[in-house]
C-alpha cells in the first residue's frame, strides 16, 4: 500500500495553488449557447468551446446534413472542472491561446483532487507534468514532481509503469507546445497511447500545428472574454480605480483584455501609473519593467552588470534555440546550464571573472 499522505498534504498545502483557487477562478467550460453566470467577488467566467471534428464528404462531395446535425447535437456545455474530469478518461484536449486559463484549469484541477485524495482512497492521485522542463522522458517528469512534494516517497520507472498499469494516477499534462524537439514528441505520442487504456490524461496546448493533438479526439477551446466579464474583471481587480480605468479604454477594452493574463497585466499597470499604454506592444515592455524592478527591490545591482544584460540574455537566448532540427527549441534550462553558457559567453567577451 502506498503512503501518498505527504505529497497530498504538500500539494493541498502549495501556496501557488492555494493562490490560483483563491485569485483566479476557472467556472465554466460551455458550448455554443451561451450559459447564466453567478458572479462573485473574484469569479469571472473562463469559457471554452467543444472543438468538433471535421465532417466527412459523402461521395457527391456534399457535407451530410444527418452529420452535421449530429455534431450540433454533440456540443456540450460543462463547467471546465466537471468537463475536464468527465473525458479525461478517454484523454481530453484543452487548447487556447497564451494566458487564456489553460495552465490556471490544470492548477485548480490539481488542487481539488489532491483534496478529493485525502479523504477518499479510490481517487486518483493528480500529478502534474510541465513539458517545459522535458529533458529525457515523460517518466523523468511524474517522478521529479512526485519527489520534489514527497522526497521520502519510494519512485523509480518500474515503480510509476506499475502505477499507469494499475490506473493510479490522474496526469495533468501542461504545454504540449512547448516541447523541445520531435524526439520529445515521439515520446510523449508512444506515452499516451501505451497508458491510454488505464491512465486517465488530461492535456493543454497553444496552438494544434505546434506538436499536433498527439491523435486525442475530445479537445475544447478556450473562448476571449466577453466584454462585460472584462469588465467585471476589472472592477473586482480594481475597485477604487476600475471605472476610471475603463473610461479610459473605451472601445479598446477588446484589443487589451481578451485573455485574463493580458487584463491582469493591463490592470497593474494602470494601478501603478494611472495611464493605458498606447499599445500592446508598450504594455508587454512595460510590464516586463515593472516586474523587474519589483523582483529587484531592495537588491543591490550595479549598473556595470545592467549593461550586459540585454547581450547576456540575447546570447541565452540564442543557445536555446541550437537544437538539431530548425523546428527544435527550449523554453526552460535548468540553472546550471544557463550559468554555463552565460560563462562561456562573458570569458569569450573578456569580461574579468565571468563566473562571478
Known amino acids: 500500500m502506498i503512503n501518498w499522505t505527504g505529497y497530498l498534504e504538500s500539494l493541498c498545502d502549495d501556496n501557488k495553488y492555494v493562490h490560483w483557487q483563491q485569485h483566479y477562478t ?10 447564466e453566470q453567478k458572479a462573485s467577488s473574484w469569479q469571472f467566467d473562463l469559457m471554452v468551446q467543444t472543438m468538433q471534428r471535421a465532417k466527412k464528404e459523402s461521395r457527391e462531395g456534399q457535407v451530410a446534413k444527418e452529420e452535421s446535425r449530429e455534431g450540433r447535437e454533440k456540443t456540450e456545455r460543462l463547467g471546465v472542472l466537471e468537463g475536464l474530469q468527465k473525458y479525461a478518461q478517454e484523454h481530453v484536449l484543452l487548447v487556447g491561446r497564451p494566458g487564456s486559463g489553460k495552465s490556471t484549469a490544470l492548477a485548480r484541477l490539481l488542487l481539488e483532487e489532491a483534496k478529493r ?37 519510494d519512485v523509480d520507472d518500474e515503480k510509476l509503469k506499475s502505477w499507469l498499469r494499475q490506473g493510479c494516477l490522474l ?13 520529445a514528441r515521439r515520446d510523449l505520442l508512444k506515452f499516451r497511447q501505451d497508458n491510454q487504456k488505464t491512465t486517465p490524461m488530461i492535456f493543454t496546448t497553444r496552438d494544434l500545428g505546434v506538436g499536433g493533438d498527439l491523435y486525442i479526439t ?13 469588465q467585471q474583471f476589472v472592477k473586482n481587480y480594481l475597485p477604487e480605480q476600475g471605472e476610471q480605468m475603463l473610461r479610459q479604454l473605451g472601445d479598446r477594452l477588446r484589443e487589451f483584455g481578451e485573455t485574463p493574463l493580458l487584463l491582469m497585466m493591463l490592470c497593474s499597470l494602470f494601478q501603478k501609473t494611472h495611464n493605458i499604454p498606447p499599445s500592446l506592444g508598450i504594455v508587454f515592455r512595460q510590464f516586463t519593467q515593472f516586474c523587474e524592478n519589483q523582483r529587484l527591490e531592495g537588491v543591490f545591482v550595479t549598473d556595470e552588470s545592467r549593461r550586459w544584460w540585454q547581450r ?38 573578456k569580461y574579468h571573472q565571468p563566473r562571478n
Open 312 to 349: 547576456m540574455l540575447q546570447n541565452l537566448a540564442l543557445q536555446m534555440t541550437q537544437g538539431k532540427e530548425k523546428t527544435e527549441l527550449q523554453v526552460a534550462l535548468p540553472k546550471d546550464e544557463a550559468q554555463e553558457i552565460l560563462t562561456a559567453f562573458l570569458d569569450a567577451q
Open 171 to 183: 496526469l495533468l499534462v501542461d504545454g504540449v507546445n512547448e516541447l523541445p524537439s520531435e524526439e
Open 26 to 35: 476557472v467556472t465554466d467550460v460551455v458550448g455554443r449557447q451561451p450559459v
Open 117 to 153: 485524495a485525502r479523504k477518499d482512497q479510490q481517487v486518483k492521485i493528480p500529478v502534474l507534468v510541465e513539458l517545459r522542463y522535458y529533458q529525457n522522458s515523460v517518466l523523468d517528469l511524474i517522478q521529479t514532481f512526485i519527489q520534489r512534494h514527497d522526497p521520502n516517497l
Open 218 to 230: 475530445k479537445k475544447l477551446e478556450m473562448q476571449p472574454l466577453t466584454e462585460t466579464q472584462m
